[in-house]
């Protein structure tokens, strides 16, 4: 069975930063790419960012480049994104989800359950 | 960047009814690249459907979706309570990937 666990969210200060974390199991982590998506209070599904299965690769959506870092650590079957200068508007639900192949551009076949970031003063 | 553009924004109708949502893209998609989630009130999205057509390990055959270039539209044949949800579209052809606005389905 295939896991997908957040973790790392809370509230925190306009400008401070976080590191979310998504543990996998259930599946080879080493060969899947990984996405981060996030979802505003009420509001739609937003991309952020990706990784290759080997790290060689990243993307991110321009809302958030230069802000956000995306990473895995292979070997302890682990995927983090890191949150710099938070925004108000960075206020979501963050969920980690898997491809089921190497490649990134990939349907999204399983994700975690999410975990809430909310920035606020 | 392709926008995805879901229509209606909320569609109401019954048990046992049809269901038609659609998908637009700002440019040509390759019927590869472009799948359905579901969405329920405090849950994760769920994949449904895949390169266009395909089906979600899981998914029952009630749901199917077609299309092509700049029109994608997933229907559901009849409605089981269970399917009232927000649907998204999404294209992972390259990124940035996108998703539509969403259609919610909901009890009329």
């Known amino acids: 069975q295939v896991y997908l666990v957040e973790s790392g969210g809370g509230v925190v200060q306009p400008g401070k930063s976080l590191r979310l974390s998504c543990a996998a199991s259930g599946f080879t982590f080493s060969r899947s790419g990984m996405h981060w998506v996030r979802q505003a209070p009420g509001k739609g599904l937003e991309w952020v960012a990706c990784?290759?299965?080997?790290?060689?690769?990243?993307y991110y959506a321009d809302s958030v480049r230069g802000r956000f870092t995306i990473s895995r650590d292979n070997s302890n079957n682990m995927l983090y994104l890191q949150i710099n200068s938070l925004r108000v508007e960075d206020t979501a639900v963050y969920y980690c989800?898997?491809?089921?192949?190497?490649?990134?551009?990939?349907?999204?076949?399983?994700w975690g359950q999410g975990t809430l970031v909310t920035v606020s003063s | 960047e392709i926008v995805l553009t879901q229509s209606p924004g909320t569609l109401s109708l019954s048990p046992g009814e049809r269901a038609t949502l659609s998908c637009r893209a700002s440019q040509s998609v390759s019927t590869s690249f472009l799948g359905w989630y579901q969405q329920k009130p405090g849950q994760a999205p769920r994949l449904l459907i895949y390169?266009?057509?395909s089906r979600a390990s899981g998914i029952p055959d009630r749901f199917s979706g077609s299309g092509s270039g700049t029109e994608f539209t997933l229907t559901i044949s009849r409605l089981e309570p269970e399917d009232f949800a927000v649907y998204y579209c999404h294209h992972y052809n390259t990124a940035p990937l996108t998703f539509g606005g969403g259609t919610k389905v909901e009890i009329k």
């Open positions: 390169a266009t057509s």
């Open positions: 989800a898997k491809t089921p192949t190497y490649n990134v551009y990939n349907r999204f076949d399983y």
């Open positions: 990784i290759y299965y080997d790290g060689s690769n990243k």
